[in-house]
């Protein structure tokens, strides 16, 4: 992939990066997202909302921002794409930001779903991600494999940059708030108190600190 990154004029930019174009659709995520930060220009305003229940986060400043991220992981030669990747500033230093837009998708398929056609390559890629987020032990089948992959993506690009904060945030534009429940299941696991709209820290004895969030888009980029 290359490094040279290329600024976005519209949200329409955005479509050739995504990995299969057929999701480029009103009423998707992919484009939801897209409409949403493009007019935005920086954080829409429910996000920079959920980024200030954080006193950390108050001042945040938005720095850049790459579409379609794709972060390697051990275990197989697909990466973790994530919709959105930010780069921001606090005053303790810098935050990674992790963003998984949502509409009606689920997160994919449940961990015991995904190890159904076991190989080696997941049993070290599932191993490497349980080890990073301080799991012990075999996770639940039921836990959603997309949710594990994404928030370590966070935690890597916050190393990679040398950044204090590493944060995982779903965009939903769900009106019936698909996904949530496994979503608070997942910050549960992880030791955190899950709250609509609010940022869950998540236990950690070392840097980057980790926090989850889930933010309720507006429902007009259900239309563009």
Request: charged share 25%; net charge neutral.
């Amino acid at each position: 992939m290359s490094k040279i990154l290329i600024p976005s004029r519209s949200a329409d930019d955005w479509k050739h990066l995504l990995a299969d174009e057929k999701h480029w659709r009103t009423g998707y995520s992919a484009r939801s997202l897209a409409h949403a930060w493009q007019d935005a220009n920086g954080f829409p305003p429910e996000i920079a909302a959920l980024l200030a229940t954080e006193d950390t986060f108050a001042s945040m400043e938005f720095l850049l921002a790459i579409p379609e991220r794709r972060v390697t992981l051990p275990g197989g030669g697909r990466a973790s794409q994530s919709d959105l990747w930010i780069l921001a500033r606090t005053d303790t230093g810098l935050a990674a930001i992790t963003v998984e837009g949502k509409v009606g998708e689920s997160f994919g398929p449940t961990v015991g779903e995904w190890r159904e056609e076991e190989s080696a390559g997941k049993r070290v890629r599932l191993a490497f991600l349980c080890e990073r987020l301080g799991l012990v032990g075999e996770p639940d089948k039921d836990l959603r494999y997309q949710l594990l992959h994404r928030t370590v993506s966070a935690l890597l690009e916050a190393e990679r940059y040398h950044a204090r904060h590493a944060v995982m945030i779903v965009h939903s534009f769900s009106q019936s708030h698909v996904g949530y429940d496994d979503y608070r299941t997942f910050a549960t696991l992880l030791g955190g108190a899950a709250k609509e709209g609010r940022l869950v820290s998540i236990p950690r004895s070392n840097f980057p600190t980790l926090h989850l969030g889930w933010a309720q888009g507006n429902a007009r980029y259900l239309d563009v």
